[in-house]
């Protein structure tokens, strides 16, 4: 398995609190990337990392933030949590970016509750 | 918006039948990935295949691909308690992101 390991594994916020997920890879891959997993959606891409501090939105960032200071790992911010962000948010690694036929490699998520 | 659709939306087989689903996406695609999500746990990667690719294995697993009807089908033979799982398609058109669909849960049945 990929050294993927994302913190913490749950957790309960309340409306309206600043969180931070961590995730934390061992692989020293290039590409990192947020989702968040709902009934129904599939998997969405929130942001995503190309290299030490060059970051990207997804299709889904609003009211989130990334930062990657260090190659093996990248944090998302949720700055002011809603009830709507409650979610299961998997972080993801890959040698190379897409269209070059890399898989994704998964950590095995933290599951979020805003109450 | 989902790339790709799978189909059916849950699947429930006896052990040692074989397990089908499908996917079908909206535009053209470098290629297409298979991942399994166990109960709990992240998605692993099963197997790619290429746009210009019809058709590949790896194990058990027989995975073929139609541009022309941009659809892509996902084969398990005589499955196991143990493939018991969601199954998702992911679409790669060379931009920056995988497109997921919402996958396909499969139960099987001792």
């Known amino acids: 398995d990929a050294g993927i390991t994302q913190s913490p594994r749950h957790k309960v916020t309340e409306t309206g609190t600043p969180v931070t997920l961590r995730c934390h890879q061992t692989?020293?891959?290039?590409?990192m990337y947020w989702y968040r997993q709902d009934p129904g959606h599939g998997l969405r891409l929130i942001h995503y990392s190309y290299g030490v501090k060059d970051t990207d939105k997804g299709e889904v960032s609003d009211g989130y933030s990334v930062s990657r200071s260090k190659t093996e790992d990248f944090l998302l911010t949720l700055e002011s949590a809603t009830s709507s962000q409650t979610s299961v948010y998997f972080c993801?690694?890959?040698?190379?970016?897409?269209?070059?036929?890399?898989?994704?490699?998964f950590g095995d998520g933290t599951r979020l509750s805003i109450l | 918006s989902q790339q790709g659709e799978e189909d059916p939306q849950a699947l429930s087989i006896q052990e040692g039948e074989n397990a089908t689903m499908n996917c079908s996406y909206k535009?053209?695609?470098?290629?297409l990935q298979w991942y399994r999500q166990n109960s709990g746990r992240g998605l692993v990667h099963l197997i790619l295949i290429r746009s210009n690719e019809r058709e590949k294995h790896s194990g058990r697993l027989r995975v073929t691909l139609d541009t022309s009807k941009k659809s892509s089908s996902l084969l398990i033979t005589a499955s196991r308690a143990a493939d018991t799982a969601s199954y998702f398609c992911a679409t790669d058109a060379g931009d920056y992101k995988l497109s997921f669909g919402a996958g396909t849960t499969v139960t099987v049945r001792a």
């Open positions: 993801a690694i890959s040698e190379r970016g897409q269209g070059s036929g890399q898989p994704q490699h």
């Open positions: 692989e020293n891959h290039r590409y």
């Open positions: 535009t053209s695609i470098n290629n």
